[in-house]
């Protein structure tokens, strides 16, 4: 069985703080892996992916990705509230396969 | 941009009824899938296809079927609905492979009484 794990949260951060949200993930041939923002009532929208080991940046957004500890991690700097949302990582077994996702909340 | 339209954004059927969730989408992908989506249960999928008149079952197949006879829409149908079909559908698109990016439409919220 393909699995991707994340823990259900919430994660509570202040505004301003750095969160950051992990993810597991049962297959070690998997080589691409993606990060969605689902907001409340709405559908997932893709933050980014990573398909190579090490940290790629995006704005506030940094991905990390260990394959030989099967873990990619996404850190969110300088918290908004906006950010608020459950996070969804998604990682291919032929079709992708996505966690539960962890459910952050940014306080004012 | 990828555009993934749903064209029922809200429904409520009666148990028992044939329901058809419509999916279309403007980018040439290949591959669509149907997920349903239950708090605590995450996204689970229904269906896919890899392309016209192909289908593939998901993870959670039963009660559904689907219908692609064009590459740019892709059907779920619930042939007799049931309570325990009350969910967020979610249509979905990529291109062909494995490990592309899913784009989402922007979900069917479904209610069986």
């Known amino acids: 069985q393909k699995e991707v794990e994340q823990n259900s949260g919430p994660l509570s951060v202040p505004e301003g703080a750095i969160a950051s949200l992990n993810c597991t993930y049962s297959?070690?041939?998997?080589?691409?892996f993606f990060w969605y923002r689902q907001y409340s009532g709405k559908s997932p929208e893709l933050i980014m992916f990573?398909?190579?080991?090490g940290d790629k940046e995006d704005g506030r957004f940094t991905a990390q990705l260990n394959k030989a500890s099967q873990y990619v991690s996404l850190l969110i700097r300088d918290s908004q509230p906006s950010d608020s949302a459950t996070y969804l990582c998604?990682?291919?077994?032929?079709?992708?396969?996505f966690g539960t996702g962890t459910r952050l909340l940014v306080s004012p | 941009d990828v555009k993934v339209t749903q064209s029922s954004r809200y429904l409520v059927k009666r148990t028992g009824e044939k329901v058809f969730l419509e999916c279309v989408q403007d980018?040439?992908?290949?591959?669509m899938f149907w997920y349903r989506q239950d708090p605590g249960l995450g996204l689970r999928l229904i269906y896919f296809?890899?392309?016209?008149?192909?289908?593939e079952k998901g993870d959670i197949p039963e009660g559904y079927s689907v219908s692609r006879e064009k590459k740019e829409r892709f059907s779920l149908i619930l042939e007799s609905a049931s309570t325990n079909q009350t969910s967020m559908y979610l249509c979905?698109?990529?291109?062909?492979?494995?490990?592309?990016?899913?784009?989402f439409g922007e979900g069917s919220w479904l209610t069986v009484v």
């Open positions: 297959d070690r041939g998997s080589q691409s």
């Open positions: 979905a698109s990529s291109r062909g492979g494995s490990g592309n990016t899913i784009y």
């Open positions: 990573i398909y190579s080991n």
């Open positions: 998604a990682a291919p077994f032929q079709k992708l396969v």
């Open positions: 296809s890899y392309d016209v008149k192909m289908k």
């Open positions: 980018m040439d992908h290949e591959n």
